[in-house]
């Protein structure tokens, strides 16, 4: 394992394990004591008013269930042992070939849990399919192999794998794909919805806690799927007007992040035929391309490589020297830069900020 | 060669199958049954794609480049065929040979001629550049048209074959023989045709259902009009033949 | 030819032994051991590819296998144990069983039946053999458009689109055959009131078979064209005109459906199995059978709620949720009326038994963690995460395996003559009941702590890391207990106690004749009375067969075996291969084929005018 593979620091949420679950899991191995308090994805802990809703459909669902369980393997266990064959010279027991007012009864019970489970599902799904309100935030996702490229058209800005929203604001996801099929999922914000080449899925929630979330593309995409994340940060209004004001203001590179945006800009390795800016965008300058995530701003980034690894010089660097080293797949090339070039395009991108 | 065994017994009263059907016939009615499904979900796949856009679709194939004197000639044609099917069938129950052969012989012949027209309109398209890769409409006519195609191709191949090859026309075995094996019951009562007729029925079966497959693609793909971006320009070559023909 | 009337134990029924026997066989009896045998090996392997891939995530940050090969191991672990595992399994029980259980002599299409079981083993093979160039990596359900050529350029994708259409044309014959040979070949008095559960699942079964087959091979087809001919069909409209929606509704139009193509025959089984081992009629047989056709009926208007999450809309979801919901009745009414079964038996321990009460047991957590995600806003959260690993596998695992040894358990003496020794098929149940528990009861925790399904890593203090290192401990006891369970077949094998006829007191025909049956199964073709023949005949004064007074005996003719099937499913498998690797050997193959195909009628048409009672398909 390579060393740049850090991982990423504490956010500090304690971690809850609803007794339920545990019980509908028959594991009978105890549950082990958790290393926790790192970043989770536990569909159990929301932080935003869809996961939420989705929570509380869940539970009553997973009780009525657990009864249901209970019951079932009760009447299992009970027949099995109780009814067992003591000896080989057991009478042979009455023939009893079915009741048909019995089996009424267990055809009608589970049609009312059925009608009961249905309902709170309509319910649910009328409150989740309300239409955004005005003041809603609108961002654009869309889903490419294997990175999240995000837009927030009212705002004119573009970054990727990482999201930065209001709290207490609703917000309107518009979620695309650039080639296969992609599944956009922050588990303790809202249910998953996928996102799909030629259609535009929409997807609604308001954050309600401040904090650094992780999500997950849940839907198989190729190789890397498996290392396709991304971050959504929910902050104040205020620090949420500062980040857009700091994502649209470029600010000249001095030094050795100069002679790395030259690179960056306008180099193209003799010996692979390759350069940044033919891919990758940074806002206010010349590199315009689309293939890559655009890097605007890279520098406020915490992380590399879709929420990967930790956004740090010596990460930085590796990436860039061999990306497909830490996040096999990729499909983001060795460029073919020697240590110097690279050291000052490290330098630039962490300039940009 | 044979698996014979001594002893058996026969019981007492059983019907030759289950439900008094010949086994063969069962058989072909499922997989007709299959088969529906089959043709069905290329016509709704050829449903969902015959108008959808993209950038060059008037450079493939689409509803006004089809000839429809010409396909409508071919439906004609295989309509006959399965009347032709019809009479061979009655004429081996009735033991004319002669008349069973020509019939069927007739009916294979009409066969090729749907496969003639379906053969001259694709290459047509195919000339003018209008294939499988060109715009949707062209690929799902294509997918549906060309399995459509294949089947009466061996349809064709079948009907031929019990001519020529005799498969299964000269059996002297009874419908109620089917079960032999599995009820132990053999009855010696043969019925009219010999036996020799399931052969042929089933072929008919096939054929019936093929036909009227295309019934349906016919009206679906060639007279049910669609929104049509592109201006109608059926290639010349067609509409001489059309206008031969009709 | 040999005319053995009675039997040798140990030996397999027939008239002759030898490999070139087995090639030409077309004997069901025969056909389903060998489907047995194959789909067995087929399913050791699927498991193999398990372990890997527990190994894999035992640990956070694992390095074991690629990313690459993940994906492959898991794509084949779903085929496989799908199509070449679960469905052969039940086609073995099928073969063997149906036509002893409805007082038949045979199949319906005795060398169709070999033809399905010739195309099935080679198609496994074929699909197997992908590994060599770089396997299928694009998951069982094979996603368009990440299966276009554009994503995925290796012919894995062909490999299992060309090996996917040549199962389901051997399942597709395989379950006409089925069907014809259920509908009419009933011994007398053997009506569909009478016919035991574990036929009519078949019959439900091969219908379902029937009728979601075609619609997928359809779907593999478009994208063969796609991927060969250039078409566009599931490359999305910006850029081509196509659907890549219209796949997922293809092939979950099959995917559903094949649920319960898994799943209904191991019902059948333990509807059998529960009977018998508490000495009492199945409650509520109508029921039962009843439950068993709505579900099947149900099994094709729910296919959507596999994809609740691609944005279909709330009307939508919400009805295929609520269609989704209602299979909860059936299932719910066949789990209560075996309980009642049991209640009040005189309930026989013994493994078949403890297989049967252990599928109720963990099919019902299967049913009822899917009526949870039956709720599309729910489903957005379990959705492609490690809940629905967790559940597919209690009902896949928990379900169809555990009816599959269940029933293997109890008719091994009927296929074999011999006894499996109940000791350690008891400690094989327990170390599969636990090792399952083990297995996939964390993957729901998982899966509501957020891991997604198909990754081949994930990053330590998720909270992760524990429930992955037990599970994979968990599928090490289950492995443990696959090979107790070939031990225990070996042990069997070489001096197993003899079974005799009706080792269990049981109530279906099939106990009533010898085991392992002869070649032509029924001396005298019984005549059924009620829809426990055999048990009636042994507590009742309602007899298997009428006397026939003076009927003279006459001669049983069983169908000559032929090697034909074999040909023309080698022909039709190598052609799949010529269209990878080289066209002119797939005209070839073609063409050897279809001179198989004139060769099997004309072969026909001579025997059946000797005295044979050889069939004309």
């Known amino acids: 394992m390579p060393p740049v593979r850090g991982v990423r620091g504490p956010i500090g949420t304690v971690r809850y394990r609803n007794p339920a679950l545990l019980a509908a899991a028959v594991a009978i191995i105890a549950p082990l004591l958790a290393a926790c308090g790192e970043l989770t994805q536990s569909t159990q802990q929301p932080v935003a008013d869809n996961a939420r809703q989705i929570q509380d459909l869940f539970m009553p669902i997973l009780w009525i269930s657990a009864i249901i369980f209970v019951l079932v393997q009760g009447a299992l266990i009970y027949s099995v042992i109780r009814y067992r064959r003591r000896s080989e010279s057991d009478p042979i027991p009455v023939q009893v070939h079915g009741d048909t007012r019995l089996e009424a009864l267990w055809t009608v019970a589970p049609a009312v849990i059925v009608v009961v489970v249905a309902v709170m599902t309509f319910r649910t799904m009328a409150v989740q399919a309300e239409a955004p309100p005005p003041d809603a935030l609108k961002v654009v996702v869309e889903g490419h192999q294997w990175w999240w490229k995000v837009v927030y058209p009212d705002l004119g800005i573009e970054t990727a794998n990482e999201i930065y929203v209001p709290i207490d604001r609703a917000i309107d996801v518009s979620v695309e794909s650039d080639d296969v099929i992609h599944s956009f999922w922050f588990p303790q914000i809202a249910g998953k919805i996928d996102a799909i080449p030629g259609r535009t899925n929409r997807t609604l929630f308001t954050v309600e806690k401040i904090g650094r979330y992780q999500g997950q593309c849940a839907e198989f995409c190729g190789f890397a799927h498996a290392q396709m994340k991304m971050l959504l940060f929910a902050v104040t209004e205020a620090d949420f007007e500062s980040w857009t004001a700091a994502m649209k203001s470029t600010p000249a590179p001095q030094g050795l992040a100069q002679q790395g945006a030259e690179i960056f800009n306008t180099f193209i390795s003799p010996t692979t035929g390759r350069g940044c800016f033919i891919c990758h965008t940074v806002d206010g300058t010349s590199a315009q391309g689309t293939l890559g995530p655009s890097l605007t701003a890279l520098g406020s980034r915490s992380t590399l490589g879709a929420a990967l690894i930790d956004n740090t010089t010596e990460n930085l660097t590796a990436w860039i020297r061999n990306p497909a080293d830490i996040k096999p797949g990729v499909l983001m090339p060795v460029v073919g830069l020697d240590d110097d070039q690279i050291a000052a395009v490290v330098a630039y991108l962490q300039s940009l900020r | 060669m044979s698996q014979t065994f001594t002893g058996g017994r026969p019981a007492p009263s059983h019907p030759p199958t289950s439900l008094g059907l010949d086994m063969r016939k069962v058989g072909m009615w499922v997989f007709l049954g299959s088969e529906s499904l089959f043709f069905g979900t290329l016509i709704a796949n050829f449903f969902v794609h015959r108008s959808s856009s993209r950038a060059d679709y008037c450079e493939g194939l689409n509803q006004g480049d089809l000839a429809i004197n010409l396909t409508a000639f071919g439906a004609f044609v295989l309509l006959m065929s399965s009347l032709t099917m019809v009479l061979g069938l009655a004429a081996l129950r009735d033991g004319r040979k002669r008349s069973y052969r020509g019939w069927i012989l007739g009916t294979a012949g009409l066969g090729a001629i749907f496969l003639g027209i379906q053969a001259f309109e694709f290459t047509m398209f195919a000339l003018e550049g209008k294939g499988m890769s060109s715009n949707m409409f062209g690929a799902s006519f294509f997918a549906l048209t060309g399995f459509h195609g294949t089947h009466v191709l061996i349809g064709v191949i079948w009907l031929l074959s019990l001519v020529f090859l005799r498969v299964g026309a000269e059996s002297r075995r009874p419908l109620e023989f089917s079960v032999g094996a599995g009820s132990g019951v053999r009855t010696h009562r043969e019925p009219s045709d010999g036996g020799a007729g399931i052969s042929v029925e089933l072929c008919g079966l096939y054929w019936h259902l093929v036909d009227l497959v295309w019934v349906f693609i016919f009206t679906l793909i060639y007279l049910l009009p669609m929104e049509n971006p592109c201006e109608a320009e059926a290639f010349e070559s067609i509409r001489v033949v059309s206008s031969v023909l009709g | ?617």
């Open chain 3, 1 to 617: 030819m040999a005319t053995a009337t009675h039997p040798r134990p140990i030996t397999l029924p027939s008239s002759e032994s030898g490999v070139w026997s087995w090639i030409t066989t077309v004997d069901h009896k025969r056909i389903g051991i060998l489907y047995l045998v194959t789909a067995f090996v087929f399913f050791i392997a699927a498991g193999i590819e398990a372990l890997i891939m527990r190994l894999q995530l035992a640990a956070p940050n694992q390095e074991l296998v690629s990313g690459d090969m993940f994906n492959q191991l898991f794509t084949m672990h779903g085929t496989a144990m799908i199509f070449m595992a679960i469905m052969p399994l039940n086609a073995a029980f099928f073969n063997f069983l149906v036509p002893l259980m409805i007082g038949a002599r045979d199949v319906a299409y005795p060398r169709l039946n070999a033809f399905s079981y010739w195309l099935f083993l080679f198609a496994g093979l074929f699909l197997n053999a992908s590994f060599i160039g770089g396997a299928p990596n694009v998951g069982w359900f094979a996603y368009a458009p990440l299966t276009e050529k554009l994503y995925s350029p290796t012919t894995g994708v062909e490999f299992w689109i060309l090996g996917l259409a040549l199962l389901g044309a051997a399942s597709i014959v395989a379950a006409i055959n089925f069907i014809v040979t259920i509908l009419n070949m009933r011994a007398p008095g053997m009506t569909f009131r009478r016919l035991p559960v574990f036929v009519w699942m078949t019959l439900i079964t091969s219908f379902l078979i029937v009728l979601a087959f075609p619609p997928f091979t359809v779907a593999t087809i478009l994208l063969y064209f796609d991927r060969v001919l250039g078409s566009t069909f599931f490359i999305p409209a910006g850029e081509a005109g196509g659907n890549p929606l219209l796949w997922q509704h293809m092939f979950w139009f099959m995917g559903h459906p094949e649920v319960y193509i898994l799943i209904l025959p191991a019902m059948g089984a333990v509807s059998e199995i529960l009977p018998t081992f508490s000495r009492k009629p199945l409650f509520g047989y109508t029921a039962v059978v009843f439950s068993g056709i709505s579900i099947g009926f149900l099994g094709f208007t729910v296919w959507a709620h596999h994809m609740f999450v691609v944005g279909l809309g709330t009307v939508v979801n919400a009805a295929f949720s609520v269609s989704t919901i209602l299979i909860a009745i059936p299932t719910g009414v066949k789990v209560l009326n075996w309980s009642a079964t049991l209640f009040r038996g005189s309930i026989s321990l013994k493994t078949p038994l403890y297989f049967a009460v252990g599928f109720v047991a963990l099919f019902t957590i299967g049913g009822l963690s899917g009526m949870m995600h039956a709720s599309p806003p729910v489903d957005a959260q379990q959705s492609d995460s490690y809940w629905i690993v967790a559940h597919l596998h209690y009902v896949l695992f928990g379900g169809s395996i555990m009816g599959i040894f269940g029933g293997l358990y109890y008719w091994w003496p009927k296929m074999t003559g011999r006894l499996l020794n109940d000791s350690i098929g008891k400690v094989q149940f327990w170390l599969a009941f636990i090792g399952m528990n083990v297995t996939f009861g964390p993957m729901h925790i998982l899966g509501n702590d957020g891991m997604p399904r198909r990754i081949y890593t994930y990053s330590s203090g998720q909270g992760w890391d524990e429930w992955n290192l037990v599970a994979t401990i968990g599928s090490f006891v289950i492995a443990l207990s696959m090979l107790l369970f070939l031990y225990n077949v070996w042990l069997s094998l070489i001096r197993g106690e003899e079974a005799g006829n009706d080792p269990w007191d049981g109530q279906t025909l099939e106990w009533s004749i010898p085991s392992p049956p002869p070649l032509y199964n029924f001396r005298t073709i019984p005549v059924v009375g009620s829809n426990r023949p055999f048990w009636d005949s042994k507590y009742s004064d309602i007899p298997l067969a009428e006397a026939v007074e003076d009927a003279e005996e006459e001669e049983i003719h069983m169908p000559p075996p032929s090697y034909w099937p074999a040909v023309v499913a080698l022909g039709l498998s190598l052609a799949a291969v010529g269209l990878i690797y080289s066209y002119p050997l797939a005209i070839v193959s073609v063409l050897a084929m279809f001179a198989g195909i004139f060769a099997w009628t004309k072969e026909s048409t001579e025997m059946s005018h000797g005295e044979t009672g050889a069939q004309g398909y």
